[in-house]
């Protein structure tokens, strides 16, 4: 018993001794290296501080003023004015240009904004650059942006890719906005010659989103690929 007391205080003394060794060495690491330590901890604290500074002297006052000139754009974009939402008229900003000095700090639905404008004028290809630049979380947006693109391509008469992304458009959301882009998409099908492609489409309306606008006439699509196919 008295051994067991002994072995007991010579651990501790040994796990002091420790102790004591590691704080040491601790110690002189710090008194060796501290101007090393004190410059990272400065250079640290100056970064943190330029960042801060930044954000809140540079970027936030851009980002003000950026969601500040979105509001005109965007007025003009629902009202259907797509050159001068896009282009703006020397007293406000169109989106491009809001794109050009400001980038995404207004949000990023301006390159969402823009394509859509670039597509109604007929501009395909400047469309679509900048709706691949749409990066935007909303579910229902982003699935519009995808078919958008498809839109673009179709009007270049690229078929192909514009079928692919109305798939990815209506693959992005389930819901009532789907059925429009699966009739695009088999629209698209029976433009490339290919109507059994197309039929696919239409009964995946007809099976899942049968009270849609689409579902109520797609029959009629339906029908009309049918009557085809029994007279060949």
Do not use: H, W
């Not at 389930?174 to 882009?181: G, L, S």
């Amino acid at each position: 018993m008295a051994k067991s007391k002994v072995d007991e205080k010579d651990k501790e003394q040994i796990r002091q001794e420790k102790v004591e060794e590691t704080v040491s060495k601790t110690d002189e690491f710090f008194r060796r290296n501290k101007k090393t330590i004190y410059g990272a901890f400065i250079a640290i604290l100056v970064v943190g501080l330029a960042v801060v500074a930044y954000y809140k002297f540079i970027y936030q006052p851009k980002s003000d003023e950026a969601i500040a000139q979105m509001y005109p754009a965007e007025a003009n974009f629902r009202n259907g004015e797509y050159e001068l939402a896009l282009n703006g008229d020397g007293n406000v900003l169109g989106f491009a240009q809001i794109i050009d000095d400001f980038g995404a700090k207004g949000g990023k639905d301006v390159y969402f904004y823009a394509g859509v404008c670039e597509l109604q004028l007929g501009k395909y290809q400047e469309a679509i650059d900048y709706l691949k630049k749409y990066k935007g979380k909303d579910e229902i947006l982003a699935a519009r942006s995808l078919a958008c693109i498809g839109d673009a391509y179709v009007g270049l008469e690229k078929y192909k890719e514009g079928l692919n992304y109305y798939d990815q458009a209506a693959s992005k959301i389930d819901n009532m906005f789907a059925a429009t882009y699966l009739l695009k998409a088999g629209v698209t099908c029976e433009e490339m010659g290919d109507n059994a492609k197309a039929l696919t489409y239409y009964k995946r309306i007809k099976d899942k989103y049968p009270q849609s606008i689409e579902g109520y006439d797609i029959d009629k699509y339906i029908s009309r690929i049918e009557s085809q196919q029994e007279t060949k």
